[in-house]
């Protein structure tokens, strides 16, 4: 038995199509324009027109003003990625921060830092590239990152001893700004620093100076030259006074760390009546940890900090502290880059003034 199909059109019933289910086909991807494309519209050769591209001298007046207008009638995009892998120019710098994700959004000086290098590069028309470094694996997939070729040039922030990425960093002669100056770091790379000793002995003499005896430190990063350089300072300027046993360190520059470490102090320590927090968020911590024990600023213990970010701004009292200018060191630091880039400047080094702000908290 043969069975005739009737095609569904035949008796009134419309085809099925995916526009009469929802469903759009998209549409054709427009193909981007090329040279060809340009030199073609133009009449003039290839040659021409990537001559004309890579702002050489020797492209005629009358051809200039083809090319020109082929490139408006074909809308003609250069593809700046290509041309920069060609001519072995990303325009682009590196920020490193050697800091835990959760200290990178907690910590206003790296914030600021980075809006100054950012400032810096921009207006050079260079790109930052943001690199975070939190762990072994990070600084493995830095490495590979930095070694493919896709910065020119970094900023290296928080840099701690022993840093492999130091080690990279100089392997592949990458033009380099330290903010701050780890021992181990690379020769041929330029600084940006502050006296951070200095700074903490001044703040340290002002605390000892309101009568404080029993003056404790909370120290934190001694793995790199900034938190190393505030607790020789802080020993120096207490001189005999200085007690060993009143020093609590702390791996970071934390609120947490702070406040942990001034509940330890307090508890080793009842009689402690001055504090100096190697950083403001380490003193904002230590604040909380002094008045959950019962213990009133600066009426009981005067506390000081360093940095003058916002922390020191949120607590209660104002905090007395350190200001060290993090924007222009990040800004100082992408410029030294530069100079690196633009005009294959030495290695150099450049120190920040930094002041003591006293507000209410001592």
Same mark, same amino acid.
């Given at each position: ?12 019933v419309k085809r099925?199509?995916?526009?009469? #289910? ?11 324009? $090329? ?12 040659? $021409? ?5 890579n702002g050489e ?15 408006? #009638?074909?809308? =003609? ?13 990303? !325009?682009s710098v590196g920020? @490193?921060?050697?800091? +835990?994700?959760?200290? &990178? ?7 600021? *830092? ?15 590239? /943001?690199?975070? /470094? ?10 590979? =990152? %930095?070694?493919?070729? &896709? ?10 001893? !022993? ?5 990279? @960093? ?11 100056? +780890? ?19 001044? @703040? ?29 300072? &802080?020993? #120096?300027?207490?001189?005999?006074? &200085?007690?060993?046993? %009143? /020093?609590?360190?702390?791996? %970071? =520059?934390? =609120? ?9 102090? *307090? ?33 009981? /213990? ?48 450049? !120190? ?11």
């Amino acid at each position: 038995m043969n069975v005739h199909r009737v095609p569904p059109d035949a008796l009134g019933v419309k085809r099925r199509s995916r526009y009469s #289910e929802g469903v759009q086909t998209p549409r054709p991807r427009k193909k981007r324009a $090329t040279v060809h494309d340009v030199a073609t519209h133009s009449g003039v050769s290839r040659g $021409t027109v990537s001559r004309y591209m890579n702002g050489e001298r020797y492209v005629s007046a009358t051809a200039r003003e083809a090319i020109e207008a082929a490139i408006r #009638e074909v809308g =003609y995009v250069p593809n700046t990625a290509a041309r920069n892998l060609v001519m072995q120019r990303s !325009q682009s710098v590196g920020l @490193i921060v050697h800091e +835990p994700g959760s200290l &990178f959004v907690e910590d206003p000086n790296i914030g600021e *830092i980075l809006l100054g290098a950012n400032a810096t590069l921009s207006a050079a028309d260079h790109q930052m590239a /943001v690199l975070v /470094v939190d762990s072994d694996r990070d600084t493995d997939r830095v490495a590979r =990152y %930095l070694s493919g070729g &896709f910065v020119e040039g970094v900023v290296i922030v928080s840099a701690r001893s !022993q840093d492999p990425i130091s080690d990279v @960093i100089d392997r592949l002669e990458l033009p380099a700004a330290y903010v701050g100056h +780890p021992p181990d770091a690379p020769e041929s790379a330029s600084f940006v620093v502050i006296d951070n000793r200095s700074a903490a002995h001044a @703040i340290t003499r002002r605390l000892a100076d309101t009568g404080r005896r029993r003056i404790g430190m909370i120290a934190a990063a001694l793995d790199r030259d900034s938190g190393a350089d505030r607790l020789a300072g &802080f020993r #120096e300027a207490l001189g005999d006074a &200085f007690d060993p046993d %009143l /020093v609590e360190r702390i791996p %970071l =520059y934390s =609120y947490l760390s702070g406040r942990e470490a001034a509940a330890t102090l *307090i508890e080793r320590a009842p009689d402690l009546d001055g504090l100096f927090a190697a950083s403001d968020a380490v003193a904002a911590g230590a604040m909380e940890a002094l008045r959950a024990a019962g213990r009133r600023v600066p009426e009981d /213990v005067g506390v000081v900090g360093f940095d003058d970010s916002a922390w020191a701004r949120r607590t209660v009292p104002a905090l007395s502290t350190v200001r060290q200018p993090a924007r222009e060191l990040g800004a100082a630091a992408a410029k030294l880059v530069l100079d690196k880039l633009i005009g294959d400047a030495a290695p150099s080094q450049l !120190q920040l003034d930094c002041t003591v702000v006293w507000r209410d908290s001592a």
